[in-house]
């Protein structure tokens, strides 16, 4: 199996405030996961690629400082949104990559809904 | 224009066949893909194709890709209201490199 989960599913959180995401790769080792921020009814926008034991890479236009990503082991990478406002309200998701299964596929947790106040 | 376009919606009425379309642009495209996404759900990955293949056929999924008009289509035959959803495709230009969405279709399966 491929599985990935995601905690927290839903987060509600005050402005200026911290809040961690956590992307779980369950059944197999992701030497490489991915961060996702999906708008409503928009596509998903790759924010940074994340790989173990090393600083993850952003996209342009994305804050290092802002979205804090730590890859500390083969099933784990967090992502911190630091001081949080109502503008990071989205749908953040995590893809990870099977390295036993072949570089090309990537498989998706379920996402965490942020709703800043 | 975007990298990677879609068409918005698609109506079918249960039991036809749907067609997804999508194009893009970047010809050193090598992986293409098709994932769907359900209602608060992540996204769910239902088939690829390699750019040097034209056809790839899974049970009631087909996928079509023509290189030259760099156009990918995903038929799925038989259509049930379970597959109502969103669905993306995306391209790679690697293995394990990073992926690019289109905007996304949403499919309605009407009884």
């Known amino acids: 199996g491929a599985v990935v989960s995601q905690h927290p599913s839903r987060v509600i959180c005050k402005s200026g405030t911290s809040v961690k995401i956590e992307c779980r790769s369950l059944?197999?080792?992701?030497?490489?996961m991915f961060w996702y921020r999906q708008f409503p009814k928009q596509s998903l926008m790759l924010m940074a690629t994340s790989n173990e034991g090393s600083k993850a890479t952003y996209e342009q236009g994305v804050e290092k400082d802002k979205f804090l990503i730590n890859h500390a082991s083969l099933t784990l990478s967090t992502l911190t949104v630091t001081s949080a406002h109502p503008e990071d309200s989205s749908f953040y998701i995590c893809s990870a990559q099977n390295r036993d299964r072949g570089l090309h596929e990537q498989f998706f947790g379920p996402g965490t809904r942020l709703t800043v106040l | 224009g975007e990298d990677v376009e879609q068409s918005l919606f698609l109506s079918v009425r249960e039991g036809d066949s749907s067609v997804i379309n999508c194009t893009y642009t970047d010809s050193s495209s090598t992986y293409l893909y098709w994932y769907k996404q359900e209602p608060g759900a992540g996204l769910q990955l239902l088939t690829y194709?390699?750019?040097?293949?034209d056809m790839k056929q899974d049970q009631r999924l087909t996928v079509l890709l023509n290189k030259k008009d760099k156009h990918l289509s995903l038929r799925i035959a038989d259509t049930q209201t379970g597959d109502s959803a969103i669905y993306f495709c995306?391209?790679?230009?690697?293995?394990?490199?990073?992926?690019?969405f289109g905007g996304g279709t949403r499919v309605l399966v009407k009884p």
């Open positions: 194709i390699f750019s040097n293949m």
């Open positions: 059944d197999f080792q992701a030497t490489t």
């Open positions: 995306a391209r790679g230009k690697a293995a394990g490199n990073k992926l690019t």
